[in-house]
């Protein structure tokens, strides 16, 4: 028999292990959270997601909790709407606010926070808590970590361990103290950090953000493209400013051959678009010289050349190297290139030295 189970009155079936966010999720029920990332070992640390669970005294967090055969579970009613207004208003008198009294939006890099506490409202007004959390300064030039704006909901420190198998950051201090840090308090640059940003892309607050793009909003609209560092194919998403690459994020997990994950190079090394000794245009030689011209001419150039040389020595004159940075589809047509057109096994890939 399949398991099935009851949420807000519809009865579904489930898969073993799923949790009861993982089923609301899929049948369209909105359940806040803040900690919650699918890469992630759940630990139901933002409180957020509690639900009623029948025969159970207290809320539970749906993040966690299983679903089981039978089980009755309300997402939504008075009891848990009150606890969410009061939990957002405890989180909102130790936040970064703006100067409409709502969490800071770091930039535009996405707060879930303020998300939440537009469309669910607070509960009794707080006194604003004094941030005692510890600031540092850190040189590195790719990370920003603002203390004041996290939530402590600890999605960074699992996502290096869980996902990165890095460990690089950690939950540090105690209590009100309670913030992300290093080992001895050093800088990402000292530290086992290989700045892959995924401590960025979990934030559900914008704590954590793209140092160059800190303050620039992200293109509502980015641009899905193949990171050409390697040849492994991972998909970003540019984002555009002002006709410039503001940063460059990963598509959501799930989605693409990356599920969400970026290194350094594909996420923080695109600014050599903008370089001003970039080539924008193919070059040929004529009479010793480089200079600008079309692709018809160019191809038609570079095809005369490698004719020239076959014709004259034979074609195992000729050799072909790609490039690691290249897609498996373009290094396959090269080789394609090499042996159906010109008729030479001399083809190589500089990965395989």
């Known amino acids: 028999m399949t398991p099935k189970i009851t949420i807000d009155g519809q009865i579904v079936p489930f898969e073993p292990g799923e949790t009861v966010l993982d089923v609301a999720s899929r049948l369209g029920h909105a359940i806040p959270s803040l900690c919650h990332e699918p890469r992630l070992k759940p630990t139901g640390a933002c409180r957020m997601c509690l639900v009623e669970v029948q025969g159970q005294r207290r809320l539970q967090p749906s993040c966690a909790w299983k679903a089981e055969d039978g089980a009755v579970v309300t997402t939504r009613n008075d009891r848990i709407d009150t606890h969410r207004r009061t939990l957002l208003s405890m989180y909102v008198a130790d936040h970064a606010l703006d100067a409409d009294g709502l969490p800071v939006d770091q930039g535009g890099t996405g707060n879930r926070l303020r998300t939440h506490v537009k469309d669910l409202g607070t509960g009794p007004a707080l006194e604003p808590l004094t941030a005692v959390r510890r600031d540092r300064d850190d040189s590195n030039p790719y990370v920003h970590f603002d203390p004041a704006s996290c939530v402590v909901c600890g999605a960074c420190v699992r996502y290096c361990d869980e996902v990165e198998a890095v460990s690089a950051i950690s939950l540090i201090d105690r209590g009100r103290r309670t913030t992300i840090g290093t080992a001895d308090q050093q800088g990402l640059l000292d530290s086992s950090c290989e700045l892959c940003g995924g401590c960025i892309a979990v934030c559900p607050t914008g704590a ?27 998909q970003v998403d540019i984002h555009v400013r002002d006709g410039r690459i503001s940063r460059v994020t990963s598509p959501p997990p799930g989605t693409t051959v990356n599920d969400g994950n970026l290194c350094v190079k594909g996420r923080f090394a695109m600014e050599f678009v903008h370089h001003p000794e970039r080539l924008t245009s193919p070059m040929i030689r004529v009479d010793g ?18 004719l ?25 047509l090269m080789q394609k290139l090499a042996r159906a057109a010109f008729g030479t096994n001399n083809c190589h890939q500089c990965a395989a030295t």
């Not at 899905?224 to 991972?234: A, D, K, S």
């Not at 040389?309 to 050799?319: M, P, T």
């Not at 790609?322 to 897609?327: A, E, I, K, P």
């Open 208 to 234: 954590m953000t793209e140092k160059p793009a800190l303050g620039v909003p992200r293109d509502p609209e980015p641009t899905r493209t193949t990171c050409n560092f390697c040849g492994v194919g991972c």
């Open 308 to 332: 020239g040389v076959k014709q004259r020595h034979g074609a195992d004159a000729l050799g072909f190297v790609s490039s690691s940075r290249c897609t498996g589809e373009e290094n396959y």
């Open 289 to 306: 010289e480089l200079v600008p011209t079309t692709w018809d001419v160019a191809l038609q150039t570079a095809a005369r050349g490698l």
